[in-house]
């Protein structure tokens, strides 16, 4: 992206017609969020996932509120000519008067869409967040959110008939509110290639194969930065994590 252009969701859509690739990645902070801005990505997510690569928590269901606000607050000073996505998280969105709250607090920090995880069972939410005037990008597939629910496990979604039809069912309903961009996770190839097809919406997929309209990582992924766990579909490009512990030890024994 230029940088001197300031991305909005109508250039999401405008990205989706024009098929070209829609690209996005976390940021947490002020200067990763320059430094990803002045590389030209278009997304700057700064998602509940700051709540295991930053915070230290086992799952992004103990995020707060208040943490999403600081982390946006950090990103937004940045001035990023990207465009902002702020999750909501955990039960943060569970009535149409609730998430209208919790939306206008993290736009408020600097957040310019938000992004929720869910389908059908969000709409009434996410009409009442897009009647607020605040752009929404969905989410379907895994639902780290949910995780607890499913034991714990990261399952791939649409694997068989009954999943399937969900998650069209799903992007149906995203499709009818009018979301600008859809973050898939973990969704089969076939079934995501078929939403990306089938519907005007963005999809930015994680782990579901290379036919959606665009990708998203978490940085720290990406670069290496979070050693101790890398997703499968993940090849970091940095080692980051083996470098710091290199470059420390090797001042150390300069001292």
Do not use: N
Not at 25 to 44: F, K, N, V, W
Not at 181 to 209: D, R, W, Y
């Amino acid at each position: 992206m230029d940088a001197a252009t300031k991305v909005t969701p109508d250039t999401i859509r405008a990205m989706k017609a024009a098929r070209r690739r829609v690209a996005a990645l976390t940021a947490y902070d002020y200067p990763m969020a320059r430094l990803l801005d002045e590389a030209g990505i278009p997304i700057l997510l700064v998602g509940d996932s700051l709540g295991m690569v930053v915070l230290g928590y086992p799952d992004t269901t103990h995020v707060t509120l208040a943490e999403m606000e600081h982390h946006i607050r950090a990103v937004a000073r940045a001035r990023p000519s990207a465009l902002l996505v702020g999750d909501l998280p955990y039960h943060t969105y569970q009535s149409p008067a609730q998430v209208v709250i919790s939306a206008q607090r993290l736009v408020a920090a600097g957040a310019e869409a938000v992004k929720a995880e869910g389908g059908r069972d969000i709409l009434p939410q996410i009409r009442a967040i897009q009647a607020a005037g605040i752009p929404f990008m969905g989410h379907l597939g895994m639902l780290p959110q949910h995780v607890l629910e499913e034991g714990g496990k990261y399952r791939i979604k649409g694997k068989d008939d009954a999943g399937r039809a969900k998650l069209l069912d799903d992007a149906t309903a995203l499709a009818e509110a009018g979301v600008f961009a859809v973050v898939l996770e973990l969704v089969t190839p076939p079934v995501a290639k078929e939403i990306t097809a089938q519907f005007p919406f963005a999809t930015i997929g994680i782990g579901s194969g290379p036919d959606c309209d665009g990708q998203i990582l978490v940085t720290h992924d990406l670069l290496g930065a979070f050693p101790w766990f890398t997703p499968k579909f993940v090849q970091p490009k940095l080692r980051v994590g083996e470098d710091v512990r290199r470059v420390v030890r090797e001042w150390v024994a300069s001292l």
